[in-house]
């Protein structure tokens, strides 16, 4: 049964007639005269009464709701910001009665994969997986679901799924359709406003784009929705320190320019690696050559920064070539401001992607600098 969905706009804070660049670089600032250009961090549990807060797993500090204001306003909900990206996904999981029934995708982070195992182990919920691309799939499974988990883009296989042709379809009133936007940020895409209920980040990676924090954050809707997850939060005392806080609000002010210069390094990246005699496959949402590449135009602002790609020569030869690297870091995780590659099949519970599969996140480095790295240790393999 269809239902009138999208955010309770009487709730929501106002949208304002600035781009989100410019959002992202004034969002989180204090509104009073003579306060500090940044919300300082208030290395606080506990306030004195009757003022806008109390003890701090209950009522946040200024440092979190400076990011939740941000968050808030650029995916156009309500915002609630935790200690990593996967306490934020709990958080959402923790929504769920008992017996209830999860449709997810074939290609998605291994910690959310690790959640929907655990409770199915305990007989809290019964699951199925559709595969990312397979829209109709999802349109007939949405009608099962109390929980329809998308992530799109994809981690790492890059697969795009078409979040509004999904979002449009039958399911009951009280069924959750949420979005994992990491990949995407909040430039890139806007989950609710494609008929999502909730958007889940892990400011971990873009957002703060350092790699110096662990953050993640939910923005929901539905405010009602919203104060159940902020319950979870409080209970389950998931909440994000201050300086991590303070920090994502400071990563995001750059977000803008961080991304473009990876974008712009990832589509030039890409397009070399695609006619490299030792590359066997480029994935790259921005390649033509990509199966999805016109709904990715479509859905989303920009390429973002990962590239998958397997070399000839499988898991020996893709190890061969972290060794030969310098500038790019072989490190796991992705979104920062350095490029880090890894082969993820050497990930524990990631066995079944391609052996010689290696996941590029691109940075803001020099794109020659980085493809003479990448040329370099590609030789040698
Ligand atoms: N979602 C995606 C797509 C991720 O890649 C990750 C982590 O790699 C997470 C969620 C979890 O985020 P965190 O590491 O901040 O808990």
New binding site residues.
């Given amino acids: 049964m269809s239902t009138a969905r999208g955010p309770d706009t009487e709730a929501m804070p106002s949208d304002s007639e600035w781009s989100r660049e410019s959002r992202l670089v004034a969002g989180a600032r204090p509104q009073e005269a003579g306060q500090p250009l940044n919300t300082p961090i208030v290395p606080a549990s506990n306030f004195l009464a009757g003022g806008e807060f109390g003890y701090a797993r209950d009522h946040g500090t200024p440092s979190w709701v400076a990011l939740e204001r941000l968050m808030a306003d650029l995916e156009g909900g309500h915002a609630l910001s935790f200690g990593?990206?996967?306490?934020a996904?709990a958080a959402v999981f923790d929504q769920l009665s008992v017996g209830a029934h999860i449709v997810w995708p074939e290609d998605?982070?291994q910690?959310?994969a690790g959640i929907i195992a655990a409770g199915e182990t305990n007989g809290r919920w019964t699951s199925h997986r559709v595969a990312t691309a397979d829209t109709e799939a999802w349109i007939h499974a949405a009608g099962t679901a109390d929980l329809i988990w998308l992530?799109s883009p994809s981690?790492p296989l890059l697969r795009i799924a078409d979040l509004e042709a999904i979002g449009d379809a039958d399911r009951s009133a009280d069924s959750i359709m949420a979005v994992?936007n990491?990949?995407a940020t909040p430039l890139n895409q806007r989950p609710l406003e494609l008929g999502a209920d909730i958007s889940?980040t892990?400011?971990?990676?873009y957002i703060g784009g350092h790699s110096d924090l662990?953050?993640?954050v939910t923005v929901t809707a539905d405010r009602a929705l919203h104060e159940r997850i902020s319950r979870s939060r409080l209970l389950n005392g998931a909440t994000p320190g201050n300086l991590e806080a303070f920090l994502a609000c400071r990563g995001a002010r750059t977000l803008a320019l961080r991304l473009g210069a990876g974008q712009h390094n990832a589509g030039v990246l890409a397009e070399r690696l695609h006619t490299h005699g030792s590359v066997e496959l480029v994935r790259y949402p921005g390649l033509v050559s990509h199966p999805q590449h016109e709904l990715a135009r479509r859905q989303l602002q920009g390429m973002g920064t990962i590239i998958s790609f397997d070399v000839v020569g499988g898991a020996a030869a893709a190890e061969r070539l972290l060794g030969h690297l310098r500038l790019i870091a072989h490190a796991t995780?992705?979104g920062a401001v350095e490029s880090t590659i890894e082969r993820r099949a050497s990930i524990p519970g990631q066995e079944h992607l391609p052996e010689g599969l290696l996941r590029l996140s691109v940075g803001i480095e020099k794109v020659d600098d980085l493809w003479g790295d990448l040329d370099a240790a590609l030789s040698s393999i």
Avoid: I
């Avoid at 990593?84 to 306490?87: K, L």
């Avoid at 892990?202 to 990676?205: G, N, Y």
């Fill in positions: 990593s990206g996967m306490a996904v998605c982070y910690g959310v992530e981690n994992d990491t990949l889940v892990s400011a971990t990676k662990l953050c993640g995780s992705f």
